[in-house]
C-alpha cells in the first residue's frame, strides 16, 4: 500500500518504515510555535531550563492578534520576545514581518518521492 505524504517523511526522518498509527522518534528539520509560547515559556523558566536544544531550528511567529489589540497580548507578545531572546534566539516573527522560509527549498531537502 502506498504511504501517505506523511509516514514517507517520519519514514525518512526516523529511519524506520513508519505507517499510520506507529509511534516513531525523529528530529524536526523546524519546529513552529505561534502566540501560546507565553504560556510555554513559563514552563522553561519554572523548570530552570538555561537553553533550548536546536534552538536554530525553533520558529515562534505571532499570528492571532498583531500588532496587539490590548495590554494583555501586547505582555504576552513581549514575554514571547524576551524568551527567544534569553534562550539564544528561536527565530522570531509576527504576521506583519512575515519571516521568510523556503518551503520549496525545505521539502527538496527531504528527497522524498512525493508522487
Request: proline share 5%.
Given at each position: 500500500?502506498?504511504?501517505?505524504?506523511?509516514?514517507?517523511?517520519?519514514?525518512?526522518?526516523?529511519?524506520?518504515?513508519?505507517?499510520?498509527?506507529?509511534?516513531?522518534?525523529?528530529?524536526?528539520?523546524l519546529y513552529l510555535s505561534?502566540?501560546?509560547?507565553?504560556?510555554?515559556?513559563?514552563?522553561?523558566?519554572?523548570?530552570?531550563?538555561?537553553?533550548?536544544?536546536?534552538?536554530?531550528?525553533?520558529?515562534?511567529?505571532?499570528?492571532?492578534?498583531?500588532?496587539?489589540?490590548?495590554?494583555?497580548?501586547?505582555?504576552?507578545?513581549?514575554?514571547?520576545?524576551?524568551?527567544?531572546?534569553?534562550?539564544?534566539?528561536?527565530?522570531?516573527?509576527?504576521?506583519?514581518?512575515?519571516?521568510?522560509?523556503?518551503?520549496?527549498?525545505?521539502?527538496?531537502?527531504?528527497?522524498?518521492?512525493?508522487?
Amino acid at each position: 500500500m502506498p504511504k501517505t505524504f506523511s509516514e514517507k517523511i517520519l519514514s525518512t526522518k526516523s529511519g524506520v518504515d513508519a505507517r499510520a498509527g506507529q509511534i516513531v522518534t525523529a528530529a524536526p528539520d523546524l519546529y513552529l510555535s505561534h502566540d501560546n509560547s507565553a504560556a510555554i515559556s513559563a514552563h522553561f523558566i519554572k523548570l530552570g531550563v538555561e537553553r533550548v536544544k536546536y534552538h536554530d531550528r525553533i520558529l515562534i511567529v505571532l499570528d492571532h492578534c498583531v500588532p496587539a489589540a490590548d495590554f494583555k497580548h501586547a505582555t504576552n507578545h513581549q514575554t514571547i520576545r524576551k524568551f527567544c531572546e534569553s534562550f539564544r534566539g528561536p527565530t522570531f516573527g509576527d504576521a506583519i514581518t512575515r519571516p521568510r522560509i523556503d518551503a520549496d527549498e525545505e521539502i527538496r531537502s527531504l528527497k522524498l518521492p512525493l508522487f
